[in-house]
């Protein structure tokens, strides 16, 4: 393969991985969870810390699992408060990478957490394979204390 067709074929994967998670963004925003699950891979490698204080954050590993994060997220908070803003969107080859700020406030307490986030995708074959999420773990678990 040339370098020029390396090139090309890099670039065709990135693009596709980005058209993704540009797709997954706009489904998470319009609560849309049957969009959630085709996006996502039949098993997926999820890793975001548990958080015994928040009920939203646990192991998940399938598809409906996945996309059900979204549901119960908007059930234990104030959807009217949540806020998230993406300062950086970066994307080589399967993988991508959004970092920027989140906000929200838990209904049972009615505070507010809030902090940076990073989140790593990776998409293969078109769906999304694993999903890594690193947050302010501390600020929502104060947020949840009563």
């Known amino acids: 393969m040339s370098v020029t067709s390396a090139a090309t074929a890099a670039s065709s994967v990135a693009d596709a991985t980005r058209a993704v ?20 891979a039949d098993e997926v490698d999820w890793v ?23 549901t119960e997220l908007m059930e234990y908070t104030v959807p009217e408060n949540a806020r998230a803003s993406v300062d950086t969107f970066l994307v080589d080859g399967t993988d991508a990478v959004l970092m920027g700020h989140l906000s929200g406030t838990v209904r049972a307490t009615g505070k507010v957490f809030e902090g ?12 999304i394979t694993r999903h ?5 773990s501390l600020s929502i678990a104060q947020a949840c204390a009563l």
């Open 21 to 40: 998670v540009q797709e997954f963004i706009a489904a998470r925003l319009a609560g849309d969870t049957e969009r959630l699950v085709a996006l996502f």
């Open 48 to 70: 975001l810390a548990e958080n015994p204080a928040a009920p939203w954050i646990r192991p998940r590993s399938t598809a409906a699992e996945c996309a059900a994060q979204f």
């Open 116 to 127: 940076p986030f990073a989140l790593h995708l990776t998409v293969e074959n078109g769906r």
């Open 132 to 136: 890594r999420l690193y947050e302010d």
